[in-house]
């Protein structure tokens, strides 16, 4: 560490020349007086140890791993092994991070052996992993006339995951797998849920005798049983694109929604995939339990708009990430053509298809300055949306049309009983 | 501490109205301290102005009141000179951050200390100028003090580049 002189010597040079020049032509003794004890104060240069380097930095962080909107108290330890004048530590913060209480920057004095605690609050605005990494600090002399510069790497890691969207009813599927689940099986079994009545025959179990029907009918009859089962839900996200201003795009509260949607799929027991869709595939393999949720958390930790003038068709994602029975939920603002061609290719393969659209004109209203041009161009954006979403519907698709500042189950609940028709049927 | 940088720019531009309470030299206060006022608040570069400003106006208070020279009141200023710039700089530094514990105490012991060393340090040199000049009557006064100071600025300057002068 070099100390090097301040901005403040300069200062102090200018107007120690202005005070002499003055006093010159002035013929006034005063002004030479008066710059005098400037210059003076110009001999502590190199005096005060502005270059010690006697310290050591230690962070925590409260939690390692967070949701969006929650607090992460910071608390960085400088221990000092020699006397330290005047230390400033400054932690630049990501745009991720927003400063809640205190401040990222501390200045300290601190004796030989002494440790001070600094702490200050900051708020996870948006999804993402998080490096706090560097630690910048500055060694002042008192007067701050010399000053040394160094940075120094912590270990800081912070995953923030997006935010929790209550979600109670979720889009049904179509179709169901072999597994154990939460569905009620067209297929007849072992089960709890009633279906038809037959006539017993010889292997019957006792327990699934219906006496009421056979007392009527004074025949031995049994009540068959509705098999349950799982599901596989592929979620598949539009990253082509976004609009919107961070931490609140289309991608943000795609990226939420496709959070809540896993949650709560996978808390039914069913298989979860997930599939980002951005010229060239990125995925995850349906699968079910806590270490399967975390795995597609950290994908969509990742989740980020790329630009690509690649476009994969859907025919080339294997089987086993999409499988055929599969109910397919996209997740897109539908700004880009090549996601809804994507959907019409799903739509043609037969596959059980809810699109769920965050729309983006909210978001960017919000963003922009509001005008009667942007609120007619909102308008026509409004309904160009809508032409596209009933061409889409037209085919077979349900779609949902979601306002990210409505709740999520609101969106969701007034697609549910069209959806629930055309399933029954 | 950027109350205290104003306080302290307040009494710089005091003192030349109380020498001389006229309406150039107010004025040429009033844009000094407006400036100094900028100067703590916003950037360094107008502190610098603002000071620059007020010692134009002492210079002015100076000449226009006459008589012999006030070395202490000029002492004073040196020493409110010092202070100011240090305790604004300071309060940029400090301004949004955490300050550590007995920092401020141990700050102020140092300006206190820095104030005490320069002013009796500029009264010494003051007095001794005073004796010397009392007794060696130098012909060409000014050119000698022009010289002087040119002398002095120099040395600074070179002084001051052979540990890295900052740029402006």
């Known amino acids: ?425 | 501490m950027r109350r205290a940088a104003a306080i302290l720019s307040v009494v710089l531009v005091g003192a030349p109205i109380a020498i001389t309470p006229s309406t150039a030299v107010a004025g040429l206060g009033a844009a000094a301290l407006v400036s100094c006022g900028l100067g703590i608040l916003i950037a360094p570069p107008l502190l610098v102005g603002g000071i620059v400003l007020a010692l134009g106006e002492y210079t002015l208070a100076l000449s226009l009141a006459g008589g012999p020279p006030r070395l202490a009141g000029a002492v004073l200023v040196g020493v409110v000179l010092v202070l100011l710039l240090e305790t604004a700089d300071f309060g940029r530094r400090a301004h949004r951050a955490t300050i550590g514990p007995r920092l401020m105490a141990a700050q102020m012991r140092a300006w206190a200390a820095a104030a005490a060393l320069t002013g009796i340090g500029a009264l010494a040199a003051s007095a001794g100028a005073s004796v010397a000049s009392a007794t060696v009557r130098l012909p060409w006064a000014p050119a000698i003090a022009a010289i002087g100071v040119a002398i002095t600025l120099v040395t600074v300057a070179l002084a001051l580049s052979a540990r890295r002068l900052p740029r402006a």
């Not at chain 1, 995951?161 to 689940?181: E, I, K, N, S």
């Not at chain 1, 049983?225 to 961070?246: F, I, K, P, S, Y």
């Not at chain 1, 869709?277 to 270490?291: D, I, L, M, Q």
């Open chain 1, 1 to 425: 560490m070099t100390a090097r002189l301040t901005p403040l010597v300069l200062s102090v040079v200018t107007i120690a020349a202005w005070g002499l020049v003055l006093g010159v032509s002035s013929g006034r003794a005063e002004l030479v007086v008066a710059v005098l004890p400037l210059l003076l104060g110009l001999l502590r240069i190199g005096r005060t140890g502005a270059a010690a380097n006697g310290w050591t930095l230690a962070r925590a962080l409260s939690a390692p791993r967070v949701f969006e909107g929650e607090r992460v108290t910071v608390t960085v330890t400088v221990s000092a092994e020699q006397p330290v004048m005047l230390l400033e530590l400054f932690e630049p913060l990501p745009p991720t991070l927003r400063l809640a209480s205190g401040h990222n920057r501390g200045l300290f004095r601190l004796r030989a052996g002494e440790s001070v605690e600094w702490r200050y609050e900051v708020e996870c605005v948006r999804r993402g992993r998080v490096n706090l990494g560097t630690v910048h600090a500055r060694l002042w002399d008192r007067a701050g006339l010399e000053a040394a510069e160094t940075s120094t790497g912590l270990p800081g890691q912070l995953r923030v995951y997006p935010r929790p969207l209550p979600l109670r009813r979720l889009p049904a599927p179509r179709r169901m797998q072999a597994f154990v689940g939460n569905y009620v099986a067209p297929s007849l079994g072992e089960g709890i849920e009633p279906g038809e009545i037959r006539a017993f025959v010889p292997g019957d179990r006792v327990r699934h005798v219906n006496w009421r029907a056979s007392l009527r009918f004074r025949q031995l009859f049994v009540t068959q049983h509705h098999q349950e089962r799982n599901a596989d839900v592929v979620l598949m996200l539009d990253t082509l694109t976004e609009a919107g201003e961070a931490p609140d795009t289309t991608l943000d509260a795609s990226v939420r929604a496709a959070a809540a949607l896993a949650t709560g799929y996978l808390a039914r027991k069913d298989r979860v995939g997930l599939i980002e869709y951005c010229g060239p595939f990125r995925w995850v393999r349906p699968g079910s339990g806590r270490a399967h949720q975390e795995r597609l958390f950290e994908t969509l930790l990742r989740a980020d708009v790329m630009f690509s003038y690649v476009t994969q068709e859907v025919a080339l994602v294997p089987r086993r990430v999409l499988p055929p029975q599969a109910l397919v939920i996209a997740i897109s603002p539908l700004i880009d053509p090549r996601f809804e061609k994507a959907l019409l290719d799903l739509a043609a393969r037969g596959f059980d298809l809810v699109v769920l659209s965050p729309s983006p004109i909210p978001l960017v209203r919000r963003a922009t300055r509001p005008s009667a041009r942007a609120d007619l161009a909102c308008r026509l954006w409004a309904l160009e949306r809508r032409a596209r979403a009933d061409a889409l519907q037209r085919l077979g698709i349900t779609l949902v049309d979601w306002d990210p500042a409505e709740p999520l189950e609101a969106a969701l609940g007034g697609a549910s009983p069209a959806r629930r028709r055309r399933v029954a049927r």
